[in-house]
C-alpha cells in the first residue's frame, strides 16, 4: 500500500457493506434505543382514540429493568450457566488441542474430526438429541445414571452440557490452528534444554495461545449472556424452564407475548451493555494480534 | 482445519514414543461428541413401537417408513423447511461472501480518507448481540411490510462483520501489492484489478468464509424465530422447534421428531467431511504458503 487513494473506486467498493451496515445495524440500534425511552400511557379507560399515547420517559425503562428481579434472577442463572460453559467447553478446548499438538498422540485425525463435528449440529438440533437422551423412557444413560437430567438443579447442568457439546470443537480448532502455526524449533530448543512435554505445554505454547484464548473467551461470553435458543428447545421437554429462564427470552416474552416493546428495548440493550463491558479487551486483542500491518 | 504439515512435523511425530494417556483422552473427547448423533442415527431407524421396546444400540426396521411419513407430514411441510434452509444458507452466504472479499480487499489494498474509521465501524458489529437487533429488524420490516417474508430472514444475515476482518486478513496475505500495480502500468481499471486479479486469487479464503457463514445462517434460530409466522417460510430450526413443541407430550411422533433432526444434521456434517481442508480459522497462516 505505497500509493494512496485511487479516486471514489474504495468508497465504492464498500458501499454494499455500509449500505447494509446502515440499514440492518445502524437503524435498528439506534431505533431500539428510541423505543427504550418510551412508554404506553394510558389515559382514562384506555378506550376510544387518544387514549393511548407513547410518551418518553428518559431512563424509566432501564431503571424498570435494572429493578426487575424476575431479570435478576434469569441473570442469576446465565451467570452460573455461563461459568460452567466457559470453564468447561474452554477448558476442554484448550486441552484437546494441546493433546492434539504434542507429537505423540495416535489416531489425531480422527479425533479432531470427530470433535469438531457437533459445530455442523445446529443448536436447535443439538438440544432436542441431547433432550431426548434426557428423557426417562429413551435415554441409554438413564440405564446407567439414575439421575432425573430435567429436574430443578440439575436442568442448568444439562444444558451447560449442550452447550459445552456444540461449542468445544470451534474453540479447539481456533486454538489448534493458532498452535500449528508457531515454528517447531521453539520446542525444539526447549527440548534440548530438559523440558519434559508437559512442562512444554505449560511454559511455551500456553502464552503463546493466550491471545486466542481471551479471543475465544470473548466470543463466548457475548454468546452465553444472550443465551436463547438451548433453554427455548428445552422448554417442551422440562417443566422447570420458565418463560424468562435467561434474559433474552425475557425480551423475547415482552416483546412477542406481553406487548410490551418497550421495556423489551430496555431490556435488550441492557444486555448489550453487559456483552459491551466484557468485550472490551477484546478489540485490543484483535488489533494487537492482526492490524501492526497498518 | 490446518493442513500444515512439513517435514519436521513429520519428524517430531516419528521420533517419540506414543502416549497412551493423551490417545485416551482424545478418544473419550471424540466418543462424547460422537454419541449423540450416532444415537439419532439409529434411534431414526426404530419405528415408534421399537423406540421404547428395543435395545438402545440395535437398529430398528422403520426408517424408511420414518422418512415416508415425515415427508408426509403437514402435505410436505419438511421438503419446505429445507429448501427455505438451502435458500437462506446458500443465497445468504454467498452474498455475505462477495460482500466480505469486496470490503476486505479494499480496506487492505486501499489507502483512503475514511478508512480505519471505516473499518472499526464495521468490526464494531462483532460486537453488537443478535439481541439488539432483532427486535427492531422484526418491527422495521414489519413497517415495510416485509416481516414473514423470505427477505426478513435473508438481508439481515449478509453482512458479517467477522468475516469482513477475515477476508481483510486474507486479502493482505494473499494479494502482492506488486501485481496490482503491474496491473495498473498496463492500464487496467480499478474495477478489472477487483474482479480479474484480486477476487480470483481470494477464491480460497472466500470459500472458508462461505463455510462459516452457511453453516452460521443454517444453524440460525433466533431471527427466523422472531420473522416468521408463517410455517411455509420456517427454516429447518424453526421447523424442527414446531415439531418438538408439538410433539414433546405425544411419545407418537418421537420417531417423526428424531427422524427430522437426523435429516436436518446429515447434510451440514456431509459438508463438513468433504470440505476438511477449507475449515480453518486462521487465513493468514495458509495465504502465503
Redesign the interface.
Known amino acids: 500500500m505505497k500509493r494512496s487513494g485511487r479516486g471514489a473506486w474504495p468508497y465504492l467498493f464498500l458501499t454494499p457493506a455500509i449500505t447494509l451496515f446502515t440499514l440492518f445495524l445502524a437503524v435498528p440500534i439506534g431505533y431500539t434505543v428510541y423505543l427504550a425511552m418510551l412508554r404506553t400511557k394510558v389515559s382514562g379507560l384506555g378506550l376510544g382514540k387518544g387514549a393511548r399515547r407513547e410518551v418518553f420517559v428518559g431512563f424509566d425503562n432501564f431503571a424498570a429493568a435494572l429493578a426487575d428481579a424476575e431479570l435478576w434472577s434469569g441473570w442469576l442463572r446465565v451467570l452460573g450457566y455461563g461459568a460452567l460453559v466457559l470453564a468447561v467447553m474452554l477448558g476442554l478446548a484448550l486441552l484437546f488441542a494441546l493433546l492434539l499438538d504434542s507429537a505423540r498422540v495416535r489416531l489425531a485425525r480422527f479425533t479432531r474430526i470427530a470433535i469438531f463435528l457437533p459445530y455442523a449440529v445446529p443448536g436447535v438440533a443439538a438440544t432436542l438429541l441431547w433432550g431426548f437422551l434426557y428423557l426417562p423412557s429413551l435415554s441409554p444413560i438413564r440405564d446407567v445414571l439414575d439421575v432425573d437430567f430435567l429436574g430443578a438443579t440439575t436442568v442448568t447442568y444439562s444444558m451447560a452440557n449442550v452447550a459445552v457439546w456444540g461449542g468445544v470443537g470451534f474453540n479447539m480448532l481456533v486454538l489448534y490452528t493458532t498452535l500449528r502455526a508457531i515454528p517447531r524449533d521453539l520446542y525444539e530448543a526447549a527440548r534440548l534444554d530438559g523440558a519434559s512435554e508437559f512442562q512444554i505445554a505449560v511454559r511455551v505454547k500456553i502464552p503463546i495461545l493466550t491471545p486466542a484464548i481471551i479471543l475465544t473467551t470473548v466470543f463466548s461470553i457475548i454468546a452465553t449472556v444472550q443465551v436463547f435458543t438451548e433453554p427455548t428447545t428445552l422448554r417442551p421437554l422440562s417443566n422447570t424452564i420458565s418463560s424468562t429462564w435467561s434474559p433474552l427470552m425475557k425480551v423475547y416474552r415482552d416483546a412477542f407475548v406481553t406487548g410490551d416493546l418497550y421495556s423489551a428495548a430496555a431490556t435488550s440493550i441492557v444486555i448489550a451493555a453487559i456483552s459491551l463491558v466484557l468485550s472490551f479487551g477484546f478489540l485490543r486483542v484483535v488489533r494487537n494480534r492482526a492490524f501492526g500491518e497498518g | 482445519?490446518?493442513t500444515?504439515s512439513?517435514a519436521?512435523?513429520r519428524r517430531?511425530?516419528a521420533?517419540?514414543?506414543?502416549?497412551a494417556v493423551?490417545?485416551a483422552?482424545?478418544?473419550l473427547?471424540?466418543?462424547?461428541?460422537?454419541f449423540?448423533?450416532c444415537?439419532?442415527l439409529i434411534?431414526a431407524t426404530k419405528s415408534p413401537g421399537e423406540?421404547?421396546s428395543t435395545a438402545?444400540?440395535s437398529f430398528g426396521t422403520g426408517f424408511l417408513d420414518n422418512v415416508a411419513e415425515l415427508f408426509a407430514y403437514r402435505d410436505g411441510v419438511f421438503w419446505l423447511w429445507a429448501g427455505n434452509t438451502l435458500l437462506y444458507a446458500g443465497g445468504g452466504a454467498l452474498l455475505s461472501t462477495a460482500?466480505?472479499a469486496?470490503?476486505g480487499?479494499?480496506?487492505?489494498?486501499?489507502?483512503?480518507?475514511g478508512?480505519d474509521a471505516?473499518f472499526n465501524?464495521?468490526?464494531g458489529?462483532i460486537?453488537?448481540?443478535?439481541?439488539?437487533?432483532a427486535?427492531?429488524?422484526y418491527?422495521?420490516f414489519s413497517k415495510i411490510g416485509l416481516a414473514d417474508s423470505h427477505w426478513a430472514v435473508l438481508?439481515?444475515q449478509?453482512?458479517h462483520p467477522y468475516s469482513?476482518?477475515l477476508a481483510r486478513?486474507y486479502a493482505?496475505a494473499a494479494i502482492p501489492?506488486s501485481l496490482l500495480?503491474a496491473g495498473r502500468i498496463d492500464g487496467a481499471g480499478?474495477?478489472r484489478l477487483?474482479s480479474r486479479v484480486a477476487m480470483p486469487l481470494m477464491v480460497p479464503g472466500m470459500v472458508t468464509i462461505f463455510l462459516f457463514q452457511f453453516?452460521a445462517i443454517?444453524?440460525n434460530?433466533?431471527l427466523p424465530?422472531?420473522m416468521l409466522g408463517d410455517d411455509g417460510k420456517f427454516p429447518?430450526?424453526?421447523g424442527?422447534?414446531t415439531l418438538?413443541?408439538a410433539g414433546?407430550?405425544q411419545?407418537a411422533l418421537?420417531n417423526l421428531?428424531?427422524t427430522g433432526?437426523l435429516l436436518?444434521?446429515v447434510p451440514?456434517?456431509a459438508?463438513?467431511?468433504t470440505m476438511?481442508r477449507y475449515?480453518?480459522?486462521?487465513l493468514?497462516?495458509g495465504a502465503v504458503k
Open positions: 482445519m490446518a500444515v512439513t519436521a512435523h517430531a511425530r521420533g517419540r514414543p506414543v502416549g493423551p490417545t483422552l482424545l478418544l473427547g471424540a466418543l462424547y461428541c460422537l449423540p448423533v444415537w439419532v434411534a423406540l421404547f438402545t444400540l460482500v466480505s469486496v470490503s480487499y479494499t480496506l487492505a489494498k486501499y489507502r483512503f480518507p478508512r471505516i465501524l464495521l468490526i458489529g460486537l453488537v448481540p443478535a439481541v439488539v437487533l427486535i427492531p429488524q418491527l422495521l438481508l439481515p449478509i453482512l469482513i476482518y486478513i493482505a501489492d500495480e480499478e474495477w477487483m453453516v443454517w444453524n434460530f433466533l424465530f422472531i429447518l430450526t424453526v424442527l422447534y418438538l413443541a414433546a407430550n411419545p418421537y421428531i428424531l433432526a436436518s444434521i451440514l456434517i459438508l463438513f467431511l476438511q475449515w480453518k480459522t486462521d493468514s497462516s
